[in-house]
Protein backbone atom coordinates (compact mmCIF):
# COMPACT_ATOMS: atom_id res chain seq x y z
CA UNK A 1 0.00 0.00 0.00
CA UNK A 2 2.70 2.57 0.83
CA UNK A 3 4.28 2.07 -2.81
CA UNK A 4 1.01 2.46 -4.30
CA UNK A 5 0.82 5.90 -1.95
CA UNK A 6 3.55 6.94 -2.93
CA UNK A 7 3.36 6.67 -6.95
CA UNK A 8 -0.30 8.52 -6.36
CA UNK A 9 1.43 11.12 -4.75
CA UNK A 10 4.45 11.85 -7.35
CA UNK A 11 1.52 11.12 -10.45
CA UNK A 12 -0.41 14.06 -8.91
CA UNK A 13 2.56 16.24 -8.41
CA UNK A 14 3.74 15.76 -11.95
CA UNK A 15 0.02 16.41 -13.31
CA UNK A 16 -0.22 19.93 -11.07
CA UNK A 17 3.64 20.74 -12.84
CA UNK A 18 2.09 20.16 -16.02
CA UNK A 19 -1.17 22.21 -15.52
CA UNK A 20 0.79 25.19 -14.34
CA UNK A 21 3.49 25.10 -16.29
CA UNK A 22 0.66 24.55 -19.47
CA UNK A 23 -1.15 28.14 -18.02
CA UNK A 24 1.90 30.05 -17.52
CA UNK A 25 3.27 29.10 -20.94
CA UNK A 26 -0.28 30.17 -22.63
CA UNK A 27 -1.82 32.62 -20.61
CA UNK A 28 1.49 34.85 -19.13
CA UNK A 29 2.04 38.00 -20.77
CA UNK A 30 5.31 37.12 -21.57
CA UNK A 31 4.53 33.47 -23.00
CA UNK A 32 1.72 33.00 -25.97
CA UNK A 33 -0.62 35.57 -24.39
CA UNK A 34 -3.99 33.58 -23.43
CA UNK A 35 -7.21 33.95 -25.67
CA UNK A 36 -9.38 30.93 -26.60
CA UNK A 37 -7.28 29.05 -28.43
CA UNK A 38 -5.21 28.67 -25.39
CA UNK A 39 -7.61 26.90 -23.16
CA UNK A 40 -8.36 24.08 -25.81
CA UNK A 41 -4.44 23.78 -25.89
CA UNK A 42 -4.10 23.56 -22.32
CA UNK A 43 -6.93 21.10 -21.93
CA UNK A 44 -5.33 18.78 -24.89
CA UNK A 45 -2.47 18.62 -23.54
CA UNK A 46 -3.83 18.48 -19.15
CA UNK A 47 -5.77 15.55 -21.54
CA UNK A 48 -2.59 13.74 -22.98
CA UNK A 49 -0.70 14.11 -19.85
CA UNK A 50 -2.97 12.52 -17.89
CA UNK A 51 -3.36 9.59 -20.08
CA UNK A 52 0.28 8.88 -20.19
CA UNK A 53 0.41 9.05 -16.46
CA UNK A 54 -2.23 6.61 -16.56
CA UNK A 55 -0.62 4.07 -18.28
CA UNK A 56 2.87 4.58 -17.29
CA UNK A 57 3.78 2.05 -14.49
CA UNK A 58 3.43 4.04 -11.69
CA UNK A 59 -0.29 4.91 -12.89
CA UNK A 60 -0.87 0.93 -13.20
CA UNK A 61 0.15 0.48 -9.75
CA UNK A 62 -1.61 2.99 -8.24
CA UNK A 63 -4.39 3.01 -10.37
CA UNK A 64 -3.78 7.14 -11.00
CA UNK A 65 -7.00 8.69 -9.43
CA UNK A 66 -5.08 11.74 -9.04
CA UNK A 67 -8.10 13.46 -7.30
CA UNK A 68 -9.64 12.37 -4.16
CA UNK A 69 -13.34 13.23 -5.72
CA UNK A 70 -12.22 10.06 -7.80
CA UNK A 71 -11.16 7.87 -5.12
CA UNK A 72 -14.42 8.82 -3.09
CA UNK A 73 -16.16 8.13 -6.14
CA UNK A 74 -14.60 4.74 -6.32
CA UNK A 75 -15.28 4.16 -2.67
CA UNK A 76 -18.71 4.62 -2.60
CA UNK A 77 -18.88 2.45 -5.64
CA UNK A 78 -16.89 -0.87 -3.70
CA UNK A 79 -13.66 -0.39 -5.77
CA UNK A 80 -11.32 0.74 -3.54
CA UNK A 81 -10.91 -0.32 0.29
CA UNK A 82 -12.29 1.86 3.10
CA UNK A 83 -8.45 1.78 4.38
CA UNK A 84 -7.03 3.62 1.17
CA UNK A 85 -9.45 6.18 0.90
CA UNK A 86 -7.61 8.84 3.95
CA UNK A 87 -3.97 7.82 2.73
CA UNK A 88 -4.82 8.39 -0.64
CA UNK A 89 -6.80 11.28 -0.71
CA UNK A 90 -3.66 13.42 1.45
CA UNK A 91 -1.08 11.95 -1.36
CA UNK A 92 -3.18 13.91 -3.61
CA UNK A 93 -3.83 16.91 -1.93
CA UNK A 94 0.11 17.06 -0.67
CA UNK A 95 1.08 15.85 -4.21
CA UNK A 96 -0.97 18.70 -5.78
CA UNK A 97 0.73 21.45 -3.43
CA UNK A 98 4.28 20.19 -4.02
CA UNK A 99 3.51 20.12 -8.30
CA UNK A 100 2.34 23.44 -7.84
CA UNK A 101 5.28 24.48 -5.53
CA UNK A 102 7.34 23.18 -8.27
CA UNK A 103 6.25 25.23 -10.89
CA UNK A 104 6.61 28.52 -8.63
CA UNK A 105 10.24 27.49 -8.06
CA UNK A 106 10.84 26.51 -11.94
CA UNK A 107 9.15 29.51 -13.14
CA UNK A 108 9.15 31.82 -10.65
CA UNK A 109 6.65 34.80 -9.21
CA UNK A 110 4.93 34.93 -12.99
CA UNK A 111 2.74 31.66 -11.80
CA UNK A 112 1.33 33.50 -8.94
CA UNK A 113 0.07 36.83 -10.40
CA UNK A 114 -2.64 36.90 -12.73
CA UNK A 115 -3.92 35.65 -15.35
CA UNK A 116 -2.15 32.64 -14.33
CA UNK A 117 -2.74 32.81 -10.33
CA UNK A 118 -1.59 28.72 -10.31
CA UNK A 119 -3.73 27.30 -12.79
CA UNK A 120 -6.50 27.82 -10.16
CA UNK A 121 -9.88 27.32 -11.49
CA UNK A 122 -12.09 30.98 -10.80
CA UNK A 123 -15.03 32.43 -11.38
CA UNK A 124 -15.23 34.43 -14.83
CA UNK A 125 -15.72 38.50 -14.45
CA UNK A 126 -19.67 39.17 -13.29
CA UNK A 127 -20.34 35.51 -11.78
CA UNK A 128 -21.26 36.02 -8.41
CA UNK A 129 -21.25 32.95 -5.25
CA UNK A 130 -24.71 32.09 -6.04
CA UNK A 131 -24.21 31.86 -9.69
CA UNK A 132 -21.37 29.91 -9.39
CA UNK A 133 -22.95 27.37 -6.86
CA UNK A 134 -26.20 27.51 -9.01
CA UNK A 135 -24.07 26.71 -11.98
CA UNK A 136 -22.21 23.70 -10.31
CA UNK A 137 -25.50 22.38 -9.24
Known sequence: MALRVRCEFGLT????????????????????????A???????GVGVLLAV??????????GAHLNPAVT?????????????????CLAQLGGSVT?????????????????VGYAAVRPGPGW???AVVAAEA
Open 53 to 62: LMLSGPGRRS
Open 128 to 130: GEG
Open 72 to 88: LALWRLGAVPGRDVLPY
Open 13 to 36: AVLLLGVVTGARWLFAPDGYGGGG
Open 99 to 115: GTWLAAVVWGPVVARPP
Open 38 to 44: AFTVLGA
